[in-house]
């Protein structure tokens, strides 16, 4: 094989290599990672906070909470768009490619850039509590619950607590 010929391989395989390697340094494939935040923990800490604010409620008393989730936190992530024309025999194409925009925080900590959350979705909320006979209690605590979740009265069950608990 003549010199030149195998200096060109080599060029060639040096190339790919380093396209290769700027691959797993580029936005474009990097993938967002979601801070983690179960849908256990949300749903916990949410019931603690909904059964403070219910047994506020003038009559109500003792009150316990459960709630039932339909999503967890999401993120949407801001993206770079770039379009890169090619010609072709019938006339122009767009392709169209997008990355992920990558923030710096610190000297060796990257991040994407974060646009919006998305918070959990509620589905249903079942309260039970002492004054739940009152028709006065029954429905300030459906009307709190409904405003606070932004959710019809179908998705609310209010009822008394047993005694004996």
Do not use: H, W
Request: with cysteine.
């Amino acid at each position: 094989m003549p010199k030149k010929t195998i200096l060109m391989i080599v060029g060639a395989v040096v190339v790919l290599i380093g396209l290769l390697l700027s691959e797993f340094t580029t936005g474009e494939n990097q993938t967002p990672e979601e801070p983690y935040v179960s849908a256990e923990e949300y749903i916990k800490n949410t019931e603690k906070n909904l059964e403070k604010l219910l047994s506020d409620i003038d009559g109500a008393g003792n009150v316990k909470v459960m709630l039932t989730v339909d999503t967890c936190y999401e993120n949407v992530y801001a993206k770079s768009y770039d379009t890169k024309g090619q010609k072709d025999e019938n006339g122009t194409e767009n392709e169209l490619s997008e990355e992920y925009i990558i923030v710096k925080k610190g000297s060796n900590n990257e991040e994407c850039l974060v646009i919006k959350v998305y918070e959990p979705t509620v589905k249903g909320v079942a309260v039970i509590a002492e004054g739940a006979d009152s028709i006065r209690v029954k429905t300030a605590i459906t009307d709190t619950v409904c405003a606070l979740f932004n959710i019809s009265t179908a998705q609310v069950s209010v009822e008394k607590m047993c005694a004996d608990k």
